[in-house]
């Protein structure tokens, strides 16, 4: 599972530390493409959550009255981080080059992205791209290139996750 390095919200988060008196919000983006993929991002919400984190994916839904683009919108708008899993597949839906059957979730949530961080004159308080063990910074979306991107990678202990995460409430 991958451990959490601690840091600092930066200056100008839309939920700065002050105000946080619950446990930070994490929403993960990510490409369901594979089911060993699946099962890492599931593993990395996991890990989250039993450092006090409240990761939201979608495998955790059983039901949705109100559909999956309402769900995925108030998942990124509730968010104090998004997690942009970057894959190859992941680019390929963000930047609407995919099969047109396939990635309609990440389609939706790009255009979120995008939008929150043009709205923000891109100013980027919140979105974090991730590339999973054996990633590419390649695959990192246009719109999330100029930001930091982190890591995770395996090792004899497990996988290792080096990011940007506030684990504390204060």
Not at 68 to 93: F, G, H, N
Not at 134 to 152: T, V
Request: aromatic content about 12%; charged content about 25%; some cysteine.
């Amino acid at each position: 599972m991958p451990p959490i390095i601690h840091c600092e919200r930066p200056a100008g988060h839309p939920h700065p530390q002050a105000m946080i008196d619950r446990p930070p919000r994490v929403f993960i983006s990510y490409a369901q493409e594979t089911e060993d993929h699946s099962a890492w991002v599931l593993a990395l919400a996991n890990r989250l959550r039993a450092e006090g984190v409240e990761a939201v994916i979608d495998h955790y839904v059983t039901w949705l009255e109100q559909g999956w683009r309402p769900w995925m919108s108030e998942q990124i708008k509730q968010a104090d981080w998004v997690l942009v899993v970057c894959t190859e597949d992941y680019r390929k839906r963000f930047d609407g080059n995919a099969a047109e059957e396939s990635g309609r979730g990440v389609r939706w949530e790009s255009q979120y992205i995008t939008q929150a961080l043009y709205d923000d004159k891109f100013s980027n308080k919140r979105f974090v791209p991730v590339l999973p063990p054996a990633g590419d910074e390649r695959f990192i979306p246009l719109p999330l290139k100029d930001y930091c991107s982190f890591s995770a990678y395996s090792t004899q202990s497990g996988h290792r996750f080096h990011g940007k995460l506030d684990t504390h409430s204060t």
